[in-house]
């Protein structure tokens, strides 16, 4: 069955500050809480914005946490992942978070494309949480190390 969070963190972890933290930006709220539910099932901490600017504008205070991990959902208006990739990655203290690119439209051609951009893994919408959870999990593990700056 589900169990319940406590504050955010599964029950049986450490301080607040062992698990890594990831926003997820996403303009539907029903994949946001999925997407909250799994990563808070697998130890994450999880943060919400609904849009590309309201991500930036929770990402660029500098009294909030950095996150470990960034999930952006390609197809949000006006404020889309692919808005807000160009702007975390102009950004020298966002710029060396990972970031994935959460996306219903997964062509491969897109992909280097995206791995242009900056993004650091791509998740197909519907989402397989299993997937979606080892995709976070290597990110958040390898960091940006993987994607070679060009």
């Known amino acids: 069955g589900y169990q319940p969070t406590v504050g955010g963190m599964q029950s049986g972890r450490g301080a607040e500050g062992d698990a890594p933290l990831v926003l997820v930006c996403d303009d539907t709220e029903p994949i946001r809480r999925l997407l909250r539910i799994n990563l808070e099932l697998a ?63 997964v062509i491969t051609h897109d992909e280097p494309g995206a791995s242009d951009a900056g993004f650091d893994a791509f998740v197909a919408k519907p989402f397989d949480p299993d997937e979606l959870v080892g995709a976070v999990s290597r990110l958040a593990e390898r960091g940006r190390g993987s994607h070679p700056r060009r």
């Open 43 to 105: 130890g994450f901490r999880v943060e919400e914005a609904a849009d590309g600017h309201a991500a930036m504008a929770r990402l660029i205070d500098p009294l909030a946490q950095r996150p470990t991990v960034i999930v952006l959902d390609s197809q949000m208006a006006p404020y889309g992942g692919w808005w807000a990739i160009a702007a975390i990655r102009s950004h020298p203290r966002l710029d060396p978070v990972p970031v994935g690119l959460l996306t219903a439209a």
